[in-house]
């Protein structure tokens, strides 16, 4: 019987395992990130993240979800491999590139105790093009563009990609919205030839709103950070939101910020490990 170490890290409640694909070579990581990332037969995650050595960057991240679909990148999950980097030894940088699907990465670590509490994370640009979300359809913006679903129930919604897709629909009671219901019908409606990932929120304030997100391959998740960082775009957008804002979602709070000179998007939130350990297999 063969195992791998593994460390188990949260952003807000957003769960991954992470493995060293540095010092050993692992095969078939869609298999593995669907059997660990079982909440009964494996570890229980949202996902599997790897760390992989980058010709790029300082590292390189490979995100897998729950269902073995690769993203192309995740905000908690990579506050995280922030944490699992510095808090593990493979760096000391308080400041770090990594390479993902979605681009190169950078990273501001914030520490206590010698440990990396919070992450501020650039982002990049938003892309808001819909051939580059993408979705089908004439070229544009999509903004509070109505959605017609199979049991003819209609819903408004902005798509904004930041490195990943997501559709943002501002409700009334994000609380008791039946998200389970919904959720899938929107994440795989033919207009998303690539999936997306769908956030219900309601807004509190100029500066504040809540979120709820059914994640691409995951279904609801505790907490998305790109999210999150969608949801400020689109409430900017729609006139909703001012460029700094805080999004309550379930797990916690993340600060989001739109920088109108640089059209750059960050992200701060915290990282926190729960535990190391083997998976036989």
């Known amino acids: 019987m063969k195992s791998l170490k593994f460390v188990k890290i949260h952003g807000i409640g957003n769960d991954y395992i992470y493995i060293d694909g540095i010092n050993s070579t692992i095969n078939k990581l869609s298999d593995l990130s669907i059997k660990i990332s079982d909440r009964h037969f494996g570890v229980g995650s949202d996902g599997l993240i790897a ?17 073995g679909s690769e993203a192309e990148m995740c905000g908690n999950g990579i506050r995280g491999l922030a944490k699992m980097i510095h808090d593990h030894g493979f760096s000391k940088k308080k400041q770090l590139t990594i390479e ?21 994370v650039d982002m990049g640009e938003p ?4 051939e580059k979300i993408p979705m089908i359809g004439e070229p544009g913006h999509v903004i509070e563009e109505t959605i017609e679903l199979e049991d003819s129930v209609k819903f408004e919604l902005t798509a904004v990609s930041v490195g990943n897709p997501h559709a943002i629909i501002f409700v009334e009671d994000v609380d008791n919205f ?65 460029s700094q804002s805080t999004i309550h979602l379930l797990g916690g709070d993340l600060m989001i910020r739109w920088d109108k ?15 190391k350990g083997e998976w036989y297999y």
């Open 127 to 130: 892309i808001l093009e819909r």
């Open 178 to 242: 039946p998200i389970e219901k919904y959720g899938p019908l929107i994440e795989k409606h033919p207009l998303f030839p690539s999936r997306i990932n769908v956030e219900f929120v309601k807004i509190l304030s100029s500066n504040e709103a809540k979120q709820r997100t059914w994640e691409r391959g995951s279904g609801e998740t505790m907490a998305c950070g790109t999210g999150a960082t969608a949801v400020t775009v689109a409430g900017v957008l729609t006139g909703r939101l001012d």
């Open 51 to 67: 760390l992989l050595p980058s010709q790029k960057a300082d590292f390189r991240m490979r995100m897998f979800n729950a269902d």
């Open 100 to 120: 993902t699907l979605a681009g190169i990465m950078e990273l501001e670590l914030t520490l206590k105790d010698n440990k990396v509490s919070m992450v501020t």
């Open 261 to 275: 000179q640089t059209n750059h998007l960050f992200m701060t939130g915290p990282a926190t490990e729960v535990f």
